[in-house]
């Protein structure tokens, strides 16, 4: 079934950057798209303006069966709910617990003076520590996030979206800030929440050796339009020249 579908997407930032044009996309339930690109190609333009985070010009957002570009207010906040996203710089709060990081997932399910006061119920606190578990930092509830190295900050930075119980997860350069090794293991719980609890994945990433362990399907884009949707095995060397230009050379991580 077709969760997502973008039509005709088209974004210029108020300095008069032509971020994206005419982009045409659509995205099944359970699939876990890779977007590439150079820097500067639009990737991350295009996962703001799907959660509305950055409005777009023109175009239109399909969502769940409804135009997500044009809700407001409310109508608005309760389907970006659906929508969950993690950031390359986690943007935990330091010095609060992890289990209170992971609480503040469920803001848009709570009255603000509740979360302010920190009264999350039980079944809220229940499900923040099985969340937890899932990212395998149950151990850690009660540490300050701030003690935690980056990949498990990012663990838990999954764990606060998946409180919004989401149906798509965008995942904003996820690993852009980690070493190898930790990169994949942030990228191999991104893939237990795609294929276990069935979230729809859209992510972001630099490396194509990535792209090609834990993405179903690609999309490229080059200066805000859309090069390439396929298969992460059809990328040959033609097709990484044309995304990513003739001088490229393939880095790998592994
Ligand atoms: N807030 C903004 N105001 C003006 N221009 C912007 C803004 N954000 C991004 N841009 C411009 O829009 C274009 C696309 O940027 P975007 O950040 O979406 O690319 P990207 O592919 O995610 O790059 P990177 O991999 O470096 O994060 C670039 O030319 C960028 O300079």
Redesign the pocket.
């Known amino acids: 079934m077709t969760l997502l579908r973008g039509e005709n997407l088209c974004k210029t930032?108020?300095?008069g950057?032509q971020?994206l044009s005419q982009i045409n996309f659509s995205v099944e339930e359970g699939e876990f798209l890779v977007v590439i690109?150079?820097?500067?190609?639009?990737?991350?333009?295009?996962l703001?303006c799907i959660n509305q985070l950055?409005p777009i010009n023109s175009g239109a957002i399909h969502f769940e069966q409804q135009r997500l570009d044009q809700l407001h207010g409310r109508a608005l906040r309760q389907q970006r709910s659906r929508i969950g996203m993690i950031f390359q710089q986690f943007n935990l709060i330091p010095r609060k617990s992890v289990l209170t990081n992971v609480l503040a997932g469920a803001l848009a399910s709570t009255p603000i003076w509740k979360s302010l006061l920190g009264l999350y119920s039980k079944k809220q606190q229940q499900q923040a520590l099985a969340y937890l578990r899932i990212v395998g930092l149950e151990h850690k509830a009660y540490v300050r996030a701030d003690n935690l190295s980056g990949g498990q900050q990012q663990r838990v930075a999954i764990a606060r979206a998946l409180m919004q119980n989401p149906k798509i997860l965008l995942a904003?350069?996820p690993v852009a800030s980690l070493d190898p090794s930790t990169s994949h293991s942030v990228m191999k719980y991104l893939q237990k929440i795609n294929r276990e609890l069935g979230v729809t994945v859209i992510c972001?990433l630099?490396f194509l050796s990535l792209v090609r362990t834990y993405a179903s399907r690609v999309l490229a884009?080059k200066d805000?339009k859309i090069v390439y949707q396929g298969a992460p095995e059809d990328i040959d060397e033609q097709w990484f020249k044309t995304i990513y230009g003739e001088e490229a050379v393939e880095v790998s991580i592994n």
């Open positions: 930032y108020p300095n950057t971020a690109g150079l820097s500067g190609s639009g990737k991350s333009t295009l703001r950055h904003d350069e972001n630099h884009l805000g």
